[in-house]
């Protein structure tokens, strides 16, 4: 799991200052990773299946509604980065706020994915977003 969130956070180069790499790989990537995935699907299920289903709110479940859980996410993802990297007591550098972006587009990704695979069992937003 670690070689997985490596690859998919070292797309933007290798950590800064590179005396903290082992810090990022070890701790940082798999941390940041395995978050933002539980949000994006926590964020999906309340969002398909507690609100539309559950609720049976019938009023959001437009395309509108979605993008703001899409956007929740994202800067949830953002911010989950920035927390872990500074729980981790890393050099104030500018590739943490690159990571946090690059964590949010993994973010936005996560969602639109959980959210391609889990709609169907919504009773209201079985077609949101398309």
Avoid: D
């Avoid at 956070?9 to 200052?17: A, C, R």
């Avoid at 509108?64 to 929740?72: D, E, G, P, T, V």
């Amino acid at each position: 799991m670690k070689s997985f969130f490596r690859f998919l956070y070292e797309l933007i180069g290798s950590p800064q200052p590179p005396s903290e790499t082992p810090v990022y790989r070890e701790v940082i990537f798999p941390n940041v990773g395995l978050l933002t995935l539980a949000i994006s699907l926590a964020l999906v299920l309340v969002f398909y299946y507690l609100i539309n289903r559950a609720m049976g709110v019938a009023t959001f479940n437009k395309g509108r509604h979605w993008a703001i859980f899409l956007i929740a996410n994202a800067i949830i993802a953002f911010i989950i980065a920035l927390v872990q990297c500074n729980s981790q007591q890393v050099a104030e550098h500018s590739y943490v706020y690159w990571l946090a972006t690059l964590n949010a587009v993994y973010g936005l990704l996560w969602f639109f994915l959980f959210s391609l695979i889990l709609r169907r069992g919504s009773t209201n937003a079985s077609t949101t977003p398309f």
